[in-house]
């Protein structure tokens, strides 16, 4: 079973930048789909951006053009690139991965997006 830690959140000002790591163990995230969520202060977690164990990408359209989600299958390492940040974009970012119906979730690390 994989366990994942996020790391690198924090606060930032409007139109700023933040890299969020995640780092995987007990299992390759080769094997896996990963992807970052979100959830917000009385909202709903809401998924942000995916990648397949084949190497696609996919995004929320809200994220679209300003996230970018990359892998590193050697570190065992998820990245999610944040720019262009919004006040709505203030939430805590969890990590996620599946593959078959094995999933797992990291604790979650704060970003908070000043106006």
């Known amino acids: 079973q994989v366990q994942l830690v996020e790391s690198g959140g924090g606060l930032v000002q409007a139109g700023g930048s933040l890299r969020l790591s995640c780092a995987a163990s007990g299992s390759s995230i080769s094997i896996h789909s990963m992807a970052w969520y979100r959830q917000a202060p009385g909202l709903q977690r809401e998924w942000v951006a995916s990648s397949t164990s084949g190497g696609s990408t996919n995004y929320a359209d809200s994220v679209k053009g300003r996230f970018t989600i990359s892998r590193d299958n050697a570190k065992n390492m998820v990245y999610l690139q944040m720019g262009s940040l919004k006040p709505e974009d203030t939430a805590v970012y969890y990590c996620?991965?599946?593959?078959?119906?094995?999933?797992?979730w990291g604790q979650g690390t704060q970003v908070t997006v000043s106006s």
């Open positions: 996620y991965a599946s593959r078959g119906m094995r999933t797992a």
